[in-house]
């Protein structure tokens, strides 16, 4: 290791690290602007600079900046040399002379990094007395704020925008002191993850408009880690609290998962916490109408112990968006056998073949942060963007790292990122993808194939032969289809690690077979395969672990086992299942109880209503598509009668209700009593320390020790300052009293530390900068490779499409901002969600004598929605994409055959032509409020 000398120490450091951070990862303080861990660097703020001596008889030395200088063996260094602080705290004056003084009313005021380090060069009084250079501002949407005239000129934003994540409309316009950035005219920002900027950014430049609405000053939101609920990656968040609503979610450093970023989803959908639709006290129906009107908890005690009293059968129905340790608690409560996963069907079945797959397979399982490392990707029947954002983003790392590979051969550090990117200019990793329609990834694709599910499925299984002759071989594949596969072939036998992508959202299982045997012949030949498998909902992996029964023959079990009381946990079963049959089901049980945070047509159904936690008020474990347990925290302790949903069903429980002593008093309980019963999760009691963990005697603060108006925020109430809730469920305190130092990973509340006030303080918590967390990484892997034999192939082989005549196969098609269950209830989401349009490919709208604009109809039993027809010409022919999971049409039996003529029906899906409608109302951005509410 070379040895460092700074300031009269020496330090053993990593080689192959720049001078700044190596400085940051040994606990010095050092200022900077335009550098940061996951961009790399360009020397463009100057402001790291340090003086280097030649050796130790060199007394005068030069300037370097720090960003931009390899560590070497012997290097000497001073960051205190007078020449090099006043260079840096002249650069910051130059920067103060045309930054506004606004930090008393500005948003990024008690966080800001320049703040940080003006303070941090000693720089106190501005003596520039002149007119200032002054910029327009522009609408960017409505998830950021812009102030341009706070830019220092840093280009952090372009570089991550741009060059980072691929978006297009975001740059640098004009020069020297009049550099702009922002967008050629007023618009949306078109990146799934543009608010990103907002932490990025070192000033208030960018800041998030969501908490504009609410402002409140970030030392006094209440915090505690979380993770995020919108999808299956599982993104580490931190979300902030006041005044029992949350205002803001910002990213949780996971080295292994999210790393230092964000989905626009992830960060701007939680507004659903603070929603109208919120359940906030029990709800029982009453009278012949079946009005719902809120009852005590004597009542609920009341009709509880008649279910009791009876000896109800017990039909409990779970969730994969609900934690583990409620599911659990369900599963108890009815019993394993009367315990079904709650998910639609063909997606339970989706999810268990994905799981099946993982444990079997020879393939392990990437996180985000490998999945950036692969140099060969292929991935089959997924729009990725849409289905999993954060892993789109970290594919499009892995399209760079050609770039890498190259510049490691010319000796070029990978932390040089200009120098990186002008060597390898525009080439890319090879990069294939298969799909049904464009995909967001398109654009950094070696090669993109559009054809049906079938016609997926096929190519997967041909690159499997193509790798492994012994695998089967796919008969009747044209000569182009051929050369493609055994090109991708080629393309993961050579790379060093490759990927396989897949996933469920196509509700094809022939094409998640197919991904799986490409794994099992790359397997045969190499040790690193990699592959990732997308899930739909953030527990979706983890309720596929526990519960063994599904909603599949449901009406058959119903019929049989004649259960009297149905309990629904967190779930809107119209969602999963048709709705008629969701109305047999219901009214074929003497009482239905719905535990949930958010009304749905289920609960408004339900004889009574228990109002859940939602993330922000709840503590418990997920599972995410790579099957890493993890533990979200509650934010806040709600008023009123909410609690979490464990903690309803425990109170439901006979038992526990005979003998509270034996009850479940906490979360630590549930979960021993869970690994005892599912050894599958038992090491999900590793993902973070228990509730009775302390630190020197002290819980660790939710509160930061600046948090202020404990007493004022209550003085409508009472003049005195209430004692704070206790927390049985978790190693936090309700308040600002508590460990200040850093805590294990996963318990730490938020990032700060004395002179680092900003998102940057992350520095302090890293082992290295840019690398894990002091202590590693939140959560724990549940599923790795046994490293026994490889399985063996799949031998069925799906035969060419078969759709005659006038046919079509009717297709899902996800969206970020729409098909997502509680996104669409914040009103920033609401204005980015795309109308509901019908895709087909124009020589398909031909023969069905439709064109854009053309109003269509699509029914699924007594579901009938009225959609515009739009064209595409990457839309495979012989396909029809139908939005999927939109409020007003959540459930649709997909995929599906449809007939066309004069439009396309099914005996499921029938989807036909609106005789009625000319299309003239349809408003084609957004979509009709009727469609999204």
Same mark, same amino acid.
């Given at each position: 290791?070379?040895?460092?000398?700074?300031?009269?120490?020496?330090?053993? +450091?990593?080689?192959?690290?720049?001078?700044?951070?190596?400085?940051?990862?040994?606990?010095?303080?050092?200022?900077?602007?335009?550098?940061?861990?996951?961009?790399?660097? %360009?020397?463009?703020?100057?402001?790291?600079?340090?003086?280097?001596?030649?050796?130790?008889?060199?007394?005068?030395?030069?300037?370097?900046?720090?960003?931009?200088?390899?560590?070497?063996?012997?290097?000497? /260094?001073?960051?205190?040399?007078?020449?090099?602080?006043?260079?840096?705290?002249?650069?910051?004056?130059?920067?103060?002379?045309?930054?506004?003084?606004?930090?008393?009313?500005? !948003?990024?005021?008690?966080?800001?990094?320049?703040?940080?380090?003006?303070?941090?060069?000693?720089?106190?009084?501005? !003596?520039?007395?002149? &007119?200032?250079?002054?910029?327009?501002?522009?609408?960017?949407?409505?998830?950021?704020?812009?102030?341009?005239?706070?830019?220092?000129?840093?280009?952090?934003?372009?570089?991550?925008?741009?060059?980072?994540?691929?978006?297009?409309?975001?740059?640098?316009?004009?020069?020297?002191?009049?550099?702009?950035?922002?967008?050629?005219? !007023?618009?949306?920002?078109?990146?799934?993850?543009?608010?990103?900027?907002?932490?990025?950014?070192?000033?208030?430049?960018?800041?998030?408009?969501?908490?504009?609405?609410?402002?409140?000053?970030?030392?006094?939101?209440?915090?505690?880690?979380?993770?995020?609920?919108?999808?299956?990656?599982?993104?580490?968040?931190?979300?902030?609290?006041?005044?029992?609503?949350?205002?803001?979610?910002?990213?949780?450093?996971?080295?292994?998962?999210?790393?230092?970023?964000?989905?626009?989803?992830?960060?701007?959908?939680?507004?659903?916490?603070?929603?109208?639709?919120?359940?906030?006290?029990?709800?029982?129906?009453?009278?012949?109408? *079946?009005?719902?009107?809120?009852?005590?908890?004597?009542?609920?005690?009341?009709?509880?112990?008649?279910?009791?009293?009876?000896?109800?059968?017990?039909?409990?129905?779970?969730?994969?968006?609900?934690?583990?340790?409620?599911?659990?608690?369900?599963?108890?409560?009815?019993?394993?056998?009367?315990?079904?996963?709650?998910?639609?069907?063909?997606?339970?079945?989706?999810?268990?073949?994905?799981?099946?797959?993982?444990?079997?397979?020879?393939?392990?399982?990437?996180?985000?942060?490998?999945?950036?490392?692969?140099?060969?990707?292929?991935?089959?029947?997924?729009?990725?963007?849409?289905?999993?954002?954060?892993?789109?983003?970290?594919?499009?790392?892995?399209?760079?790292?050609?770039?890498?590979?190259?510049?490691?051969?010319?000796?070029?550090?990978?932390?040089?990122?200009?120098?990186?990117?002008?060597?390898?200019?525009?080439?890319?990793?090879?990069?294939?993808?298969?799909?049904?329609?464009?995909?967001?990834?398109?654009?950094?694709?070696?090669?993109?194939?559009?054809?049906?599910?079938?016609?997926?499925?096929?190519?997967?299984?041909?690159?499997?032969?193509?790798?492994?002759?012994?695998?089967?071989? %796919?008969?009747?594949?044209?000569?182009?289809?051929?050369?493609?596969?055994?090109?991708?072939?080629?393309?993961?036998?050579?790379?060093?690690?490759?990927?396989?992508?897949?996933?469920?959202?196509?509700?094809?299982?022939?094409?998640? *077979?197919?991904?799986?045997?490409?794994?099992?012949?790359?397997?045969?030949?190499?040790?690193?395969?990699?592959?990732?498998?997308?899930?739909?909902?953030?527990?979706?992996?983890?309720?596929?672990?526990?519960?063994?029964?599904?909603?599949?023959?449901?009406?058959?079990?119903?019929?049989?086992?004649?259960?009297?009381?149905?309990? +629904?946990?967190?779930? #809107?079963?119209?969602?999963?299942?048709?709705?008629?049959?969701?109305?047999?089901?219901?009214?074929?049980?003497?009482?239905?109880?719905?535990?949930?945070?958010?009304?749905?047509?289920?609960?408004?159904?339900?004889?009574? +209503?228990?109002?859940?936690?939602?993330?922000?008020?709840?503590?418990?474990?997920?599972?995410?598509?790579?099957?890493?347990?993890?533990?979200?925290?509650?934010?806040?302790?709600?008023?009123?009668?909410?609690?979490?949903?464990?903690?309803?069903?425990?109170?439901?429980?006979?038992?526990?209700?005979?003998?509270?002593?034996?009850?479940?008093?906490?979360?630590?309980?549930?979960?021993?009593?869970?690994?005892?019963?599912?050894?599958?999760?038992?090491?999900?009691?590793?993902?973070?320390?228990?509730?009775?963990?302390? /630190?020197?005697?002290?819980?660790?603060?939710?509160?930061?020790?600046?948090?202020?108006?404990?007493?004022?925020?209550?003085?409508?109430?009472?003049?005195?300052?209430?004692?704070?809730?206790?927390?049985?469920?978790?190693?936090?305190?309700?308040?600002?009293?508590?460990?200040?130092?850093?805590?294990?990973?996963?318990?730490?509340?938020?990032?700060?530390?004395?002179?680092?006030?900003?998102?940057?303080? @992350?520095?302090?918590?890293?082992?290295?900068?840019?690398?894990?967390?002091?202590?590693?990484?939140?959560?724990?892997?549940?599923?790795?490779?046994?490293?026994?034999?490889?399985?063996?192939?799949?031998?069925?082989?799906?035969?060419?499409?078969?759709?005659?005549?006038?046919?079509?196969? @009717?297709?899902?098609?996800?969206?970020?901002?729409?098909?997502?269950?509680?996104?669409?209830?914040?009103?920033?989401?609401?204005?980015?969600?795309?109308?509901?349009?019908?895709?087909?490919?124009?020589?398909?709208?031909?023969?069905?004598?439709? &064109?854009?604009?053309?109003?269509?109809?699509?029914?699924?039993?007594?579901?009938?929605?009225?959609?515009?027809?739009?064209?595409?010409?990457?839309?495979?022919?012989?396909?029809?994409?139908?939005?999927?999971?939109?409020?007003?049409?959540?459930?649709?039996?997909?995929?599906?055959?449809?007939?066309?003529?004069?439009?396309?029906?099914?005996?499921?899906?029938?989807?036909?032509?609106?005789?009625?409608?000319?299309?003239?109302?349809?408003?084609?951005?957004?979509?009709?409020?009727? #469609?999204?509410?």
């Amino acid at each position: 290791m070379p040895s460092l000398w700074i300031d009269g120490k020496t330090y053993e +450091v990593e080689a192959g690290k720049n001078l700044l951070q190596v400085c940051l990862s040994l606990g010095l303080d050092l200022p900077y602007f335009c550098w940061h861990p996951a961009l790399g660097s %360009v020397g463009a703020c100057r402001q790291c600079a340090v003086k280097q001596y030649r050796d130790e008889n060199d007394s005068v030395g030069r300037l370097v900046m720090a960003c931009m200088t390899p560590v070497t063996d012997g290097m000497r /260094i001073t960051l205190q040399d007078e020449g090099s602080v006043e260079f840096r705290a002249m650069l910051i004056e130059a920067l103060m002379t045309n930054h506004p003084h606004d930090c008393p009313v500005c !948003d990024e005021g008690g966080e800001c990094h320049l703040q940080d380090m003006t303070v941090m060069t000693g720089h106190n009084y501005r !003596d520039f007395r002149f &007119k200032k250079r002054t910029f327009n501002n522009q609408y960017l949407g409505p998830f950021i704020n812009h102030e341009m005239n706070r830019c220092i000129t840093c280009y952090r934003c372009v570089r991550f925008y741009r060059d980072y994540a691929d978006g297009p409309d975001l740059n640098a316009f004009a020069s020297k002191n009049h550099v702009y950035f922002g967008r050629d005219c !007023d618009g949306a920002l078109e990146s799934e993850f543009s608010g990103n900027l907002v932490e990025v950014c070192p000033t208030g430049v960018f800041t998030d408009k969501t908490l504009k609405e609410h402002y409140t000053r970030k030392w006094d939101l209440t915090t505690a880690p979380s993770v995020c609920h919108h999808c299956g990656l599982g993104c580490n968040t931190l979300a902030g609290e006041r005044y029992g609503s949350i205002r803001r979610i910002i990213n949780r450093y996971n080295g292994a998962v999210n790393g230092y970023f964000l989905c626009d989803r992830g960060r701007f959908g939680y507004d659903f916490v603070n929603a109208g639709t919120r359940i906030r006290e029990p709800l029982a129906s009453s009278g012949e109408t *079946k009005t719902q009107v809120p009852v005590s908890v004597e009542k609920i005690q009341q009709l509880v112990s008649e279910m009791n009293a009876g000896k109800d059968k017990i039909l409990g129905i779970g969730s994969p968006r609900a934690s583990l340790e409620a599911n659990y608690a369900l599963m108890k409560l009815a019993g394993p056998e009367h315990f079904l996963d709650g998910m639609a069907p063909k997606e339970s079945s989706l999810v268990r073949l994905a799981l099946s797959i993982l444990r079997n397979g020879p393939a392990r399982s990437v996180s985000l942060q490998e999945a950036g490392q692969a140099d060969a990707v292929f991935i089959l029947g997924e729009d990725v963007t849409h289905t999993a954002p954060m892993l789109a983003l970290s594919l499009r790392q892995a399209a760079r790292q050609v770039c890498v590979q190259k510049a490691a051969k010319a000796n070029i550090p990978e932390w040089h990122d200009a120098a990186v990117r002008e060597l390898a200019q525009e080439e890319r990793s090879p990069f294939y993808i298969a799909a049904t329609g464009a995909t967001r990834l398109d654009d950094v694709a070696t090669k993109k194939m559009c054809v049906p599910l079938d016609g997926i499925a096929r190519l997967g299984l041909a690159v499997a032969h193509a790798i492994d002759p012994s695998a089967p071989a %796919v008969d009747g594949l044209a000569d182009s289809d051929k050369q493609l596969a055994g090109e991708i072939a080629a393309a993961l036998m050579n790379a060093r690690h490759p990927l396989v992508v897949s996933g469920t959202s196509s509700g094809c299982s022939s094409v998640l *077979k197919a991904a799986a045997q490409i794994t099992i012949a790359l397997a045969r030949t190499r040790e690193k395969v990699g592959i990732s498998l997308i899930v739909p909902e953030c527990n979706s992996l983890g309720i596929a672990m526990l519960a063994n029964g599904t909603l599949e023959n449901l009406d058959e079990r119903i019929k049989s086992r004649r259960y009297e009381t149905l309990v +629904v946990l967190e779930n #809107d079963l119209y969602r999963r299942l048709p709705s008629a049959q969701v109305d047999a089901l219901l009214e074929s049980v003497k009482r239905v109880i719905v535990i949930d945070h958010t009304t749905s047509p289920t609960s408004q159904k339900a004889h009574l +209503v228990l109002p859940a936690g939602t993330f922000a008020e709840a503590d418990g474990t997920l599972v995410n598509n790579e099957g890493r347990a993890q533990r979200f925290f509650q934010i806040f302790a709600p008023e009123g009668e909410i609690q979490e949903s464990w903690r309803w069903i425990r109170d439901i429980c006979p038992e526990s209700r005979g003998n509270r002593k034996t009850a479940w008093q906490d979360l630590s309980d549930v979960i021993e009593a869970l690994c005892q019963d599912v050894p599958a999760l038992a090491k999900i009691q590793e993902a973070a320390p228990t509730s009775d963990f302390r /630190i020197k005697g002290l819980r660790v603060a939710r509160q930061p020790h600046r948090y202020s108006g404990r007493t004022a925020m209550v003085a409508h109430k009472t003049i005195h300052e209430p004692k704070p809730p206790e927390d049985p469920d978790s190693p936090f305190s309700f308040s600002m009293e508590g460990y200040r130092g850093i805590p294990p990973a996963p318990l730490i509340p938020r990032f700060w530390s004395p002179g680092w006030n900003s998102v940057q303080s @992350l520095n302090k918590f890293q082992q290295e900068v840019g690398g894990e967390l002091t202590g590693g990484d939140p959560g724990v892997r549940l599923i790795d490779p046994d490293g026994s034999d490889s399985p063996g192939y799949f031998e069925d082989v799906p035969a060419v499409s078969t759709c005659s005549g006038d046919q079509v196969q @009717l297709i899902p098609l996800w969206r970020i901002f729409g098909s997502e269950e509680f996104s669409v209830l914040s009103e920033a989401v609401q204005q980015k969600i795309p109308g509901m349009s019908v895709i087909m490919n124009p020589k398909d709208a031909e023969k069905a004598n439709l &064109k854009t604009g053309s109003m269509a109809v699509i029914e699924s039993g007594d579901m009938k929605l009225q959609l515009p027809v739009s064209l595409c010409e990457s839309q495979a022919a012989g396909t029809v994409a139908i939005p999927a999971g939109y409020r007003g049409a959540a459930w649709i039996d997909l995929p599906a055959l449809g007939e066309s003529g004069r439009g396309m029906k099914n005996e499921r899906n029938p989807l036909v032509p609106d005789p009625d409608c000319s299309g003239s109302g349809w408003h084609s951005d957004c979509g009709s409020q009727s #469609d999204l509410a």
